[in-house]
Structures are given as C-alpha cells and as structure tokens.
C-alpha cells in the first residue's frame, strides 16, 4: 500500500518519490514526505512501513529516515512510538505556523480554507500590531520602514529584492509594537507574506500595485495615529486576499 500510494520507484534509480498524480517532489526526505501529509495524500492515522523495510524502499540509510521522521516529529506531523511505529498525527498536533510547513503548504496547491486561515489570523494579529506600532515605534523604526517602503517601490514585488524589502517592512513594523509575544509570530507571519505574494504571481503579474497600500500604513505609524494605522493594515490584509483568490481560480 505505501509503495502504491506513494509511487516509489526501485532503490537502484534513486527512490524518488512522487505524489499519486506522478508529480516529482523535490527536496530533503522530511520536506517530501510533509508535502504529501500536509496535502491529504498520506491521511491522518497512517502508519509508516518498519524502520528496516522503509529505508530499503527509499534506497537511504536508515540514519536518514530517523533524522526525516526527527524533524516531522519536530513540526508535530508523525508520532513515533516503540513497538507502535511512526504514524501520521492528528492535525490539531501540527505545528502549522513554522515556517517550513507554510512553505511546503505551497509546494502543492494549499487549500481554498487554508489560504483563509492564514488571512484570518493576519487580520486578527496584524491590524492591532500596527496600532501598537504606532504608538510605541521610534524614529529608528520609521526611518527603516521608510527605506522598506522604497527599496519595495524601486524592485517591485515581482523580484526577490522586493520581497525582501516588503517582508523588512512588516517585521520592522512587529518589532515596533515592542511585545514580545507579537514578535514572536514574526517569522511566521512573514513566511505567510512571502509565500503567498508569489503564490499570487504564478500565471502574471500582481493585479494590483500594493504599494500604496503600505505607504498609508506608514504615514499612519510614522504620524502616530493608532486609528488610521489599524483600518490601513485591516484595508492591505482584505486587498491581499482578494487577491489571492483571484489567483487561485486561475490556471
């Protein structure tokens, strides 16, 4: 059953696996196999082939399929238990926000639900941050938020140097809400921006320039104005999903 449903090809051509669909999937074993969990394709419940068979079926070293089943376990997607084996976990145990699920969230098309819950959660932690931030952000902050907002404009978020820029301005805007727990989401939130600004640009370009949209933001943090800096964040994280739903009913 699991050569079947994960289409494994023989150890002497590399035991590359492959969703059912005979779409090859790319990268470390971990990153393969929580692809294939993260998209339904290996349920919840599912039990893995013994350690000794399995890494024979892969062509790897069973070194190896202990350090992948080590960071899946890491990320809550496979419990490993002796005597009982590993299995696929329940997914109220999955680590959903760290940054390497969200991504591999991407590698095969994320859900019309899952893209929701991550706007929803953006637009619960994201517009009161940004009314925090403009409160307590300092002139070092707004300077950098500034040079954010320009190195944005002058690459565009059709080149890396742009997402980069763009995720600067967010992670400079969480820092100056100086709350520890809010910083703490920073690294997925920013994942959450990165991964879905390119998932919106798979088949052309952005359908709208978002700059404007982050330059009211900073005018109402660098004004000090909790009010305007809330309802223009609220304002982005709609947009943004708008967006995104638009791309995903394109092909």
Do not use: C
Request: net charge neutral.
């Amino acid at each position: 059953m699991i050569r079947r449903m994960l289409n494994l090809s023989t150890p002497d051509t590399g035991a590359l696996i492959q969703t059912s669909s005979g779409k090859r999937l790319r990268g470390s074993l971990a990153q393969q196999v929580g692809v294939l969990i993260l998209s339904g394709e290996l349920p919840e419940g599912h039990v893995f082939p013994g350690e000794v068979h399995y890494a024979a079926q892969l062509g790897i070293s069973r070194s190896a399929l202990r350090e992948a089943f080590r960071v899946l376990a890491a990320k809550g997607l496979v419990d490993s238990r002796p005597k009982a084996g590993t299995r696929v976990s329940p997914k109220r145990q999955w680590s959903l926000l760290d940054p390497d699920l969200l991504a591999w969230q991407f590698e095969s098309e994320p859900s019309e639900k899952f893209l929701k819950d991550l706007f929803e959660l953006r637009m619960l932690v994201e517009p009161e941050a940004a009314a925090l931030a403009a409160q307590r952000r300092d002139e070092q902050q707004v300077a950098a938020m500034h040079k954010a907002l320009e190195d944005m404009a002058r690459h565009t978020l059709a080149t890396e140097a742009g997402r980069i820029a763009d995720q600067q301005f967010h992670m400079v805007l969480l820092s100056a809400t100086r709350n520890d727990a809010i910083v703490a989401l920073a690294s997925s939130i920013m994942a959450a921006i990165a991964w879905t600004t390119m998932y919106k640009q798979r088949h052309r370009a952005l359908p709208r320039d978002p700059i404007p949209d982050h330059r009211a933001i900073f005018d109402a943090v660098a004004a000090a104005d909790p009010l305007a800096a809330r309802a223009t964040m609220a304002e982005l994280i709609r947009l943004a999903l708008a967006d995104t739903e638009i791309s995903r009913h394109e092909k």
